[in-house]
């Protein structure tokens, strides 16, 4: 195993980032008496309002012609298709990205889930070094849409979709409200959805001798059916005084109820072990119901030439969980003792005790607040020196009980978190030109921070990080961060709750079992050390238009882990043999599967891939937005009345554009040929707004894990994921991944597919023949859509299909499952295709109309 990194890192060639190209500029001619070597034409461009103006590259830009190539209905629905190249493995955080709209700070994603896609002229996905400059960890991405000037609308879609194998049916009817005005905005949306449930009936799973007597499938499901209804509303305002206000507000209600199979009991007959269900009380219920409220507010101005913004977020959500199991049996085995009942009768009236429900109710509130200021500290010879100091107060309390054979348990337990935190970007070689001349751009950025739990003390996160442009289009970075962190009060609190016959797979026996699952909170775990490295390549070459080329090198270091309980191997067991539990006769009967703590996790990794697309079907002329990022000269510095990240106006030059702070801004200067050069009128459109012509795309990432190790403990072997060892139920760790994304669009048809591609793993067992063998899966999902106003007379044909679009969805194209195989070449129960996977290939259809 590999020793941490040390965080002194020497690079000789690591990056800075030009500014991005947005998709709506228009040129303005040079000042005609600056003279330029070579005699180079040079041209100022405008950046669109509310673009971000960083020297770190976009890793994907979409204009609003690449957004009408999806299809999509929601922002919810484009980032679903674009999530490979939004999504981050880095850090402690679940790869959501942080939202940005117009350049601003938002309180949540739920302040633009639900905006049309009609709404968004641009969509700018930036890597995780930029969430600093806006004051968040740099383990997220950083997503900024830019919205339109002006838009009203109404729409309402339809879905209906079923598994190809039939057994459930999913329903869902979505409405938005959206109105953009020069200075503020609203949307308001309500969706409901629905799910039949999936029966192992229904997906032929083969029961044991005594599940076989009773139909036992008919009594489990495979997906429990549920009802949802979501509410989401969210309105901003823009005030003379430059200040903003958004406010967000959402209440969501899930209901779920699964079959968690009959009653039963192992009597004693004659001597002899006698295990059988009862169907005389109907099948065991596992109910749910979720309810969340939740609400925010953000605030953004200035004070002299720095920037401030505050956001406020605040979460309520309740968990109702009832789980029925088994009745008392003493009375039944007295009566069989005795001799008076027949153990296999149908019907043993009183003597069988009703089933007994388990209750769990658990209450979560979250306000979370963060203030930052940004602006500049100092100029220098190369550039300017700018910082974002942040502060936030975070509070959560977690109240939970849980009812178990009539004994109340109850758990209260609270964190208040005040934090502070400052990071500084430096340049080196910027706008000092013949420094620039002869390196390129080069610029560093460090970032230290510090919180105060009340539950584990102080914490400290820190990072640093070099960006080098040696010539444009190459883009090369090295970041490193180390950080302190607490479990997450859910981690340590949430109640207790026994799941019943919970059918798994003993490695120990080589044989499938039903187990009692007891999951919940963990009390003992400690705080997280982490360092993580960071190396990326992005490459855009003058001589392939349309192309990119990203290049990603992780390494991660981890002690103090706090994870759920892992795959229930011989390593497993052996590490924590307090948590398994087995009769007399050695066969597994109960899992504690609450969290434990690793003793440290490390992995390595390497992600490399092409995004490739080009338009046809256009005039020659004007170059359409959406691709590549703007370009200065050597030496210019930001743009004139230009606001970066940091917040800072450079001069008093009057403003033509927007800012990443919603303040107008100038777009930096460029070549004639360059990406954003020239003046830009945007594809031909037909009338009423619609884009001439197509587009395709199409990109493909390949992900190669070079090591991924956990040490559980001292005296404990370390278990090798790429080689026989597992913490999940799906196998190892691959070592190779694939990623495959591309789409067409023309004339208001089109299509998008994305697939993925992973190879082969296995389980090392205890005994001969308890070695499992996970196949590869690859999964290829294809949507086709078509806009009715784009077919011709249609529309004139039909009146009502004015504004509509049709679209079909296979998920599973191929129903590729993965198989998974014991040494001797069988398919254990537990892993039958049905439990794997009880969707497979799913089809689905959907209609959207706007008013």
Request: net charge negative; proline share 6%.
């Amino acid at each position: 195993m590999s020793s941490p990194p040390n965080f002194l890192i020497s690079s000789s060639a690591l990056v800075l980032a030009n500014l991005l190209v947005a998709t709506t500029a228009t040129a303005q001619t040079a000042e005609p008496e600056t003279s330029y070597q070579d005699d180079e034409i040079v041209v100022t461009a405008e950046l669109p309002r509310g673009a971000v103006i960083t020297e770190i590259p976009a890793v994907v830009e979409l204009s609003e012609e690449d957004i009408a190539s999806f299809g999509v209905s929601s922002v919810q629905d484009l980032l679903g298709a674009i999530s490979s190249q939004t999504s981050s493995s880095r850090g402690r955080g679940n790869g959501r990205p942080i939202v940005l709209i117009n350049g601003q700070r938002t309180s949540g994603f739920r302040e633009i889930r639900d905006l049309p896609p009609e709404a968004i002229r641009t969509v700018q996905v930036f890597p995780e070094e930029l969430a600093l400059q806006y004051g968040y960890r740099p383990d997220q991405r950083v997503i900024n849409f830019i919205l339109k000037d002006k838009y009203t609308g109404v729409s309402v879609s339809a879905e209906y979709g079923v598994p190809t194998r039939g057994g459930q049916g999913r329903s869902e009817v979505d409405t938005t409200l959206t109105r953009i005005g020069k200075n503020s905005r609203l949307n308001i949306d309500l969706e409901w959805q629905n799910n039949t449930a999936i029966t192992e009936n229904e997906r032929d799973i083969i029961q044991d001798a005594a599940g076989d007597l009773v139909n036992l499938g008919e009594f489990r499901t495979l997906v429990a059916p549920s009802d949802n209804v979501e509410l989401n509303a969210n309105y901003s305002r823009t005030f003379d005084s430059g200040m903003s206000l958004s406010l967000n507000g959402g209440y969501v209600y899930d209901k779920s109820l699964g079959l968690q199979g009959l009653p039963n009991a192992t009597l004693q007959v004659g001597g002899a072990p006698l295990f059988r269900y009862f169907t005389q009380y109907g099948p065991l219920i596992r109910e749910q119901e979720t309810n969340t409220a939740q609400a925010g507010l953000t605030l953004n101005g200035t004070i002299a030439d720095w920037r401030w913004s505050l956001t406020s977020d605040y979460a309520r959500t309740q968990v109702n969980t009832n789980t029925d199991r088994s009745g008392d049996s003493s009375a039944l085995q007295a009566a069989i003792d005795a001799g008076s009942i027949d153990p296999l009768a149908a019907d043993f009236g009183n003597l069988l005790g009703a089933p007994v429900t388990d209750t769990a109710r658990v209450v979560d509130q979250s306000i979370t607040n963060l203030a930052t200021l940004s602006g500049t500290l100092f100029v220098l010879p190369s550039g300017t020196v700018t910082t974002t100091i942040r502060g936030g107060y975070d509070r959560e309390d977690l109240n939970s009980e849980e009812t178990r054979s009539g004994i109340l348990t109850t758990t209260d337990l609270s964190r208040d978190e005040l934090s502070t935190g400052i990071n500084i970007d430096i340049p080196l070689a910027d706008e000092n030109i013949d420094v620039v001349e002869a390196i390129g751009k080069l610029s560093i950025n460090g970032n230290v921070g510090y919180a105060d739990l009340s539950d584990f003390g102080g914490l400290v996160e820190f990072g640093f990080g070099l960006n080098w442009e040696p010539f444009d289009g190459l883009v090369l970075s090295a970041s490193a961060i180390g950080e302190e962190a607490a479990p997450s009060i859910a981690q340590l609190g949430n109640p207790v709750i026994i799941t019943p016959d919970v059918t798994l797979f003993d490695f120990t026996n080589g044989e499938t079992v039903l187990a009692a699952i007891t999951t919940g909170g963990n009390l003992a775990l400690p705080a997280e050390t982490r360092r993580d490295i960071k190396l990326a390549i992005n490459y855009r070459p003058a001589w392939i238009d349309g192309m990119t080329f990203l290049g990603e090198y992780f390494r991660n270091y981890s002690n103090d882990v706090a994870s759920s309980f892992p795959l229930l191997t011989p390593e497993i067991e052996a590490a924590f043999p307090g948590r398994v539990t087995r009769d007399a006769t050695g066969r597994l009967t109960a899992i504690d599967r609450r969290p434990v703590n690793y003793a440290n996790v490390s992995s390595e990794r390497i992600r490399y891939g092409i995004n490739f697309s080009k338009r046809f079907g256009q005039r020659r002329g004007g170059r359409p937005g959406g691709q590549g990022r703007a370009a200065r000269p050597a030496g210019a510095g930001a743009p004139a009345g230009a606001v970066t990240p940091g917040g800072t106006a450079q001069d008093a030059k009057p403003p033509q554009a927007a800012a990443p702070d919603g303040n107008p801004a100038t777009r930096p200067t460029a070549k004639p040929g360059q990406p954003g050069a020239g003046a830009r009128s945007g594809p031909p459109r037909r009338a009423g707004g619609r884009p001439r012509g197509g587009r395709w795309q199409a990109s493909a990432y390949h992900t190669i894990r070079l090591e991924d190790r956990i040490k559980i403990r001292n005296g404990v072997d370390e278990l090798d994921l790429l080689n026989g060892s597992a913490i999940g139920s799906t196998g190892g760790s691959p070592r190779h991944e694939f990623e495959v994304n591309g789409g067409w669009f023309n004339n208001g048809m089109g299509f998008r597919i994305n697939g993925k591609h992973q190879t082969a793993t296995r389980v090392n067992g205890g005994l001969t023949g308890s070695d499992l063998r996970f196949s590869d899966l690859t999964t290829l999902n294809i949507r086709l859509f078509i806009n009715m106003d784009d077919r011709g007379n249609l529309t004139k044909n039909v009146p009502f299909l004015k504004n509509s679009r049709i679209a079909l969805r296979v998920d599973n194209i191929f129903d590729d499952i993965q198989t998974v195989r014991d040494g001797n070449g069988l398919i254990p129960l537990s892993y039958q295709q049905g439990f794997v996977d009880p969707v497979g290939r799913y089809i689905e259809i959907d209609f959207r109309k706007r008013f």
